[in-house]
């Protein structure tokens, strides 16, 4: 049965997913949610490891692998390089994560693709960079938050380096790098050539530092950690209820007056806290009066007053509290699917909307090899010739 794309807007472009573990995943899933037709392409086996992010039937799977066909290629043999060959050259994208190394060995990198298919867009992932002094290391989430910069400004002071929640070098090395697989596709409706697309997990951790590298770059001040409190925005940072906790960001004048009206608290307008730089010097003290009147009442009772005044403030959900939100509820982040493994399940979906081609979750991960047969009928393929690669272990 013909592909069906899960929105229009990458409806006309095919691409091959050759991406393992995390970076790569979310690259491609950014690209097929949007329309592309993804063919992710995995070694064959048996066992339900996934290959690409855990148990096939595993929540991060289910979540990073929607909306794609699947086929299984053995990339050791010489048939197996081949057929990806013939692939390739009717292929739009090519996103791929492994180590540097392995795809020139297996002699499916760029320059050896791209004699056979001049508007290809290749693109990489990986831990460091495809060259330079740290190309060949292994990379890791976690390594690049470290060596990125972020595990030295998380976390309370005093209490030793701290990793953030989420994956974030994955994540966003993923993001960037769909990001440059379009511009890449923009710049070849111009040129009609295809290009090589690089990140890193490094670049992208780098990158995320954003102001903080700027003032390292601009003005010389290493950044520390500073724990809820905002580093230069002050105050702004976790403050105590009646009940809980919740968040206030009240840095500039004009919102500072706001939150001592909201308080009643004449001793806020002290000269130690006349303005943002004394405000910063004495953070400490200002952050106890702050927490002094917010332990007297609840929670929900100092966001209404708050946000009422035009205080930004907010609760500090739980995950379950997220979904709970009628704000979450209403923009849809939660989508409905029905998985070939767990049968009717959520998925998290996409953080922007389009106003006339808007993404769907169409098609739930799909099983191993379940498109296998399918994908090589399209490129040619005979009935007898699909079953001689399925005998001689090359599908």
Request: charged fraction near 25%.
């Amino acid at each position: 049965m013909p592909f069906e794309p899960a929105a229009e807007v990458l409806k006309p472009y095919t691409v091959l997913d050759l991406t393992r573990v995390r970076s790569g995943p979310t690259c491609v899933r950014q690209l097929a949610d949007w329309g592309a037709n993804v063919i992710k392409i995995e070694l064959p086996t048996t066992d339900d490891k996934g290959q690409l992010g855990g148990p096939r039937a595993g929540s991060d799977f289910q979540n990073l692998h929607r909306n794609k066909r699947a086929m299984t290629l053995n990339l050791k043999s010489a048939d197996g390089v081949e057929i990806f060959k013939r692939l390739a050259t009717k292929a739009d994208v090519i996103v791929e994560n492994y180590r540097p190394d392995v795809k020139k060995r297996l002699g499916i990198d760029y320059e050896s693709l791209k004699p056979h298919n001049k508007g290809l867009v290749y693109a990489s992932i990986s831990g460091f960079g495809q060259d330079g002094p740290y190309a060949g290391r292994p990379g890791f989430d976690q390594i690049a938050q470290g060596m990125g910069g972020l595990m030295s400004i998380t976390g309370k002071p005093g209490e030793g380096p701290m990793r953030v929640g989420i994956p974030i070098a994955d994540l966003t090395a993923g993001i960037f790098c769909a990001q440059g697989i379009l511009l890449a596709l923009l710049e070849r409706e111009r040129s009609g050539e295809g290009q090589w697309v690089q990140t890193s997990l490094l670049q992208a951790q780098t990158f995320m530092l954003d102001f903080q590298a700027s003032r390292w770059l601009m003005d010389g001040e290493v950044a520390q950690q500073a724990g809820n409190d905002h580093p230069t925005s002050i105050p702004t940072g976790v403050f105590e209820t009646k009940d809980g906790y919740i968040n206030i960001a009240s840095a500039g004048q004009a919102i500072y007056a706001r939150l001592v009206d909201v308080l009643g608290d004449n001793e806020m307008m002290h000269e130690d806290y006349a303005d943002g730089p004394s405000r910063s010097e004495n953070r400490k003290a200002l952050n106890a009066l702050i927490n002094k009147h917010t332990r007297t009442k609840k929670s929900e009772e100092w966001i209404e007053s708050l946000n009422k005044a035009g205080i930004p403030c907010g609760k500090i959900n739980s995950i379950d509290q997220v979904f709970a939100s009628p704000q979450i509820k209403h923009l849809g982040m939660a989508k409905d699917v029905v998985s070939q493994e767990r049968g009717a399940t959520q998925l998290v979906g996409q953080p922007m909307t389009l106003s006339r081609t808007d993404s769907a979750i169409k098609h739930p991960p799909p099983t191993m090899s379940q498109h296998t047969d399918e994908v090589l009928a399209e490129m040619g393929y005979s009935s007898d010739e699909i079953k001689s690669f399925k005998d001689n272990g090359v599908v």
